[in-house]
């Protein structure tokens, strides 16, 4: 069981090129989320989806695109870099319902914008 | 908007000792969440805190939820220097898909 699946792990980019980070589940999952994370800052959600055709933002949103074209995978699209996008980007998973379920998280990709 | 502030965001403890991370959120949530975070890590699931009056514990580490209150704690109990790591809490907005909102994170670390 792979669990959540992020690539690439490390990434350098130059401002203004564009790049897509991979997530994929294999729990079957319907909830899926992008965050970031800032040095000495708690994750910000990006955007997030609640099964497979359906996409919303997050708190901090702009610059990226997502996708949710199957229930097993979200990417995330950086549409032009830029220096503020350095960041590590962390994929989550979770099944729908009401009971406690732990939100799986991805090992991160780390991103540099130069 | 959902507002989570932890306190303290550095805490240096001695081995042995006891401690209390607190977290608080400004509006109601349907879960609590712990996590705990090494350096160049990704997070790992400590607790998942449901209803009001929830109390989980896992070794050294108990954790609590007061709704009411609009505040959960993490307790630790004679620390020990493996505990050191960064904890952060997390809440799911009432009726959202898994959306958390992060507090800034404790940076702990136990000393000999």
């Known amino acids: 069981n792979a669990g959540v699946t992020q690539t690439p792990k490390f990434q350098v980019l130059k401002t203004g090129q564009s790049m897509t980070l991979q997530c994929a589940q294999d729990?079957?999952?319907?909830?899926m989320s992008w965050y970031r994370q800032d040095p000495g800052m708690g994750l910000r959600l990006i955007h997030y989806?609640?099964?497979?055709?359906?996409?919303d933002q997050g708190e901090v949103p702009n610059g990226y695109n997502v996708s949710r074209s199957t229930t097993e995978d979200f990417p995330l699209r950086l549409l032009s870099a830029a220096p503020s996008q350095t960041s590590v980007y962390f994929c989550?998973?979770?099944?729908?319902?009401?009971?406690?379920?732990?939100?799986?998280f991805g090992e991160g990709s780390w991103l540099t914008v130069v | 908007e959902l507002k989570v502030e932890q306190n303290p965001l550095f805490l240096s403890m001695q081995e042995g000792k006891n401690y209390t991370i607190y977290c608080n959120y400004s509006?109601?949530?349907?879960?609590l969440y712990w996590y705990r975070q090494d350096p160049g890590k990704s997070l790992e699931s400590l607790f998942v805190l449901l209803s009001n009056g929830a109390v989980k514990q896992e070794g050294r580490l108990m954790a609590s939820l007061d709704t009411k209150a609009r505040l959960s704690t993490l307790h630790i109990t004679a620390a020990v220097h493996d505990l050191s790591a960064t904890y952060f809490c997390a809440v799911d907005r009432t009726g959202s898909a898994r959306q958390l909102t992060f507090g800034s994170g404790t940076q702990l670390t136990v000393l000999p």
């Open positions: 989550a998973s979770s099944p729908k319902g009401l009971t406690g379920n732990t939100i799986y």
């Open positions: 509006t109601t949530s349907d879960r």
């Open positions: 989806s609640v099964g497979a055709g359906i996409t």
């Open positions: 729990m079957n999952h319907e909830y």
